[in-house]
């Protein structure tokens, strides 16, 4: 079983450029969530999707954008990067319900210079 | 909002120690709690969870109990192994199921 699927693994921009980080999970979950991971700040969330067709911010959306394609996608634009931008972003999916686990993917590291 | 506390690391033992990472949150209502572990390099996964209050989480050795009384949902181990050297997250489900991470703690064990 593939899981959660992130790509690329491992992306360098430069100032302005724009980039799409793509996730796609292949167990029939609602619930997908992207992530951002810096030294001392834990994950936080960027965007949220609770279901297919639904998006909602999370605690840190400025500079991002996302998109539920289908159930099975959740891109994340960035479509003018900056060095702030210079994180770990993770994919992550659930099951509908408060209970359930969530599954991330294995991460992109993306530096901005 | 939701929100996780958890104790700043990092955390380092000798194998066979006594491990506590320490995690109080703040939520409406009745959350849902969780611990993940990230090893070196990979993505985030589940160690346990526990769902109402009183409920003890546990796997791989590892024991966290849902204390409703003082919201904390502390991690244990009776006797860690330097394979357990990770960063641990807690975490907690709140309305409209969204994940809120605390910080992480990270723990080196060395023999």
């Known amino acids: 079983n593939a899981g959660v699927t992130q790509t690329p693994k491992f992306q360098v921009l430069k100032t302005g450029q724009s980039m799409t980080l793509q996730c796609a999970q292949d167990?029939?979950?609602?619930?997908m969530y992207w992530y951002r991971q810096d030294p001392g700040m834990g994950l936080r969330l960027i965007y949220y999707?609770?279901?297919?067709?639904?998006?909602d911010k999370g605690e840190v959306p400025n500079g991002y954008n996302v998109s539920r394609l289908n159930k099975r996608e959740f891109s994340l634009r960035l479509e003018s990067a900056a060095p702030s931008q210079t994180s770990v972003y993770f994919c992550a999916s659930s099951p509908l319900g408060q209970k359930a686990e969530a599954f991330f993917g294995q991460g992109t590291r993306l530096t901005v210079v | 909002g939701d929100s996780v506390t958890q104790m700043e690391g990092p955390v380092t033992l000798s194998e066979e120690a006594f491990l506590t990472i320490n995690c109080t949150y703040t939520?409406?209502?009745?959350?849902?709690l969780f611990w993940y572990v990230q090893y070196p390099g990979e993505g985030l996964q589940l160690l346990l969870k526990?769902?109402?209050?009183?409920d003890k989480g546990s796997n791989k050795g590892f024991e966290a109990t849902y204390r409703k009384e003082t919201t904390s949902f502390h991690l244990e181990k009776g006797s860690v192994q330097v394979s357990d050297s990770a960063v641990y997250f807690c975490?907690?489900?709140?309305?409209?199921?969204?994940?809120?991470f605390g910080t992480g703690t990270q723990l080196k064990v060395e023999l």
């Open positions: 939520a409406t209502g009745y959350p849902s």
């Open positions: 526990a769902t109402k209050a009183d």
């Open positions: 167990m029939n979950h609602n619930s």
């Open positions: 999707s609770a279901s297919e067709g639904t998006t």
């Open positions: 975490a907690l489900t709140g309305g409209g199921n969204k994940l809120t």
